[in-house]
């Protein structure tokens, strides 16, 4: 195994193994058509190519591209790593040929650099192998985390005919044009979506709010005061997490109708953040340890106040974390589905998460569950991918004693 007229060919073959399985599903999903990875093929065609990789090094980089460029050509023929159905288009071969020629090319330069023909050194092949099991790992996530996204997508954009005749045809016919977004437009005209997003936004906010005016100076008090049950309670912060909801939904459900929250914003209001303060504390405390006390015991020396030390001094150095913070809660508070539909059974009441959950029904058409499930899935993807640098930070900024 460690020799690189080994390695290379075994590294090739599995790669592309991978790529013509990714390849050939993404087409299949895309066009509709059939596109099928022939496994023996590809190992064939991969442990040749992986082969030339290591035989020719960088500077004759021309082999190395006729080696992945006959291979994807040969998706015209029944010899390829990737079989294509009857009736498929040749645009969407070309695509597949650029594909597997792109994934092959870049993805054995990647793994094979560096790795010579002859013997390998321990470092050199194992330098190879996790450059391959990176590359897988990226390549496996992404498509869990992207096909089913694509296939909701794709699936709210289709009429009811078209989801009868082939359910399993993810393409679309771009000359629709706006008819393609007819359910998100029915969703907000017919069943009252603009009022669920706006409840599910302003009880998230409110739920941050009320968090972090809990957390804060919870947080505070366990991190720099010392009284008595202060390791206990600091260490049993997340205990109620080991109480599953679903345990707790009947005494909720009891309490509420008997108060006459239930079926109320108010209800939902207070008890939202019973779910996110525990993680909040926890998250916050170490955070505030990692500040240095000098700053608030100068503050104190200058005649402030415990309260204005917190609010002059550490609340502004603790930016990161209260961002990252709020960001986690307000996931956690949009997200939110068992306690909504337990507590809510007036429909001008929803939030969007039980709303969605409306749809899920034989007499409503499924693409307007799955653009109810678009909805509800881009406005928080959007706002974690626009502040993800603003969580990071602040999770991390708190693990190195300053």
Wanted: overall charge positive; charged content about 10%; proline content about 5%.
């Amino acid at each position: 195994m460690r020799k690189g007229y080994i390695t290379g060919p075994i590294l090739g073959a599995l790669w592309l193994v991978v790529m013509a399985t990714t390849i050939a599903i993404a087409m299949s999903f895309a066009t509709g058509a059939a596109f099928r990875p022939q496994i023996l093929l590809c190992l064939i065609w991969g442990a040749v190519t992986g082969l030339i990789y290591v035989r020719f090094p960088a500077p004759e980089a021309p082999a190395r591209l006729a080696a992945s460029l006959v291979m994807a050509a040969a998706l015209f023929s029944q010899f390829g790593p990737v079989l294509t159905g009857e009736g498929v288009s040749i645009s969407a071969v070309l695509v597949a040929m650029l594909a597997v020629f792109v994934g092959m090319h870049f993805g054995l330069k990647a793994i094979l650099h560096d790795t010579p023909f002859a013997e390998l050194t321990r470092h050199e092949y194992e330098a190879a192998v996790i450059r391959f099991l990176t590359g897988f790992g990226y390549i496996f996530f992404t498509a869990i985390v992207i096909i089913p996204f694509y296939v909701m997508v794709m699936t709210s954009l289709k009429s009811q005919q078209a989801l009868l005749q082939n359910p399993l045809d993810f393409s679309i016919e771009l000359s629709k044009g706006t008819a393609l977004f007819r359910s998100y437009v029915e969703l907000f005209r017919d069943f009252n979506f603009g009022t669920y997003l706006w409840t599910s936004f302003y009880v998230s906010v409110l739920t941050v709010f009320i968090t972090l005016a809990f957390s804060v100076p919870g947080a505070y008090a366990v991190a720099r005061f010392r009284f008595k049950g202060q390791k206990a309670f600091s260490r049993s912060i997340l205990l109620i997490y080991m109480v599953p909801m679903i345990v707790l939904a009947l005494p909720i459900y009891i309490a509420f109708s008997m108060t006459g929250l239930r079926n109320s914003i108010t209800g939902i209001v207070m008890i939202y953040p019973v779910t996110t303060i525990p993680v909040a504390l926890y998250m916050l405390q170490g955070y505030f340890r990692g500040l240095p006390t000098e700053v608030e015991e100068a503050g104190l020396m200058d005649g402030l106040s415990r309260l204005a030390v917190i609010w002059k001094i550490t609340l502004p150095l603790s930016l990161p974390a209260l961002a990252s913070v709020s960001l986690y809660v307000f996931m956690i508070a949009w997200n939110e589905f068992l306690l909504a539909f337990m507590l809510l059974d007036d429909p001008s009441k929803f939030t969007l998460t039980r709303g969605v959950a409306m749809l899920n029904s034989s007499e409503i058409p499924r693409q307007h569950l799955m653009a109810g499930a678009v909805i509800a899935t881009l406005p928080i993807m959007a706002l974690f991918l626009g502040l993800e640098r603003f969580m990071t930070k602040g999770l991390t900024a708190g693990s190195v004693k300053g």
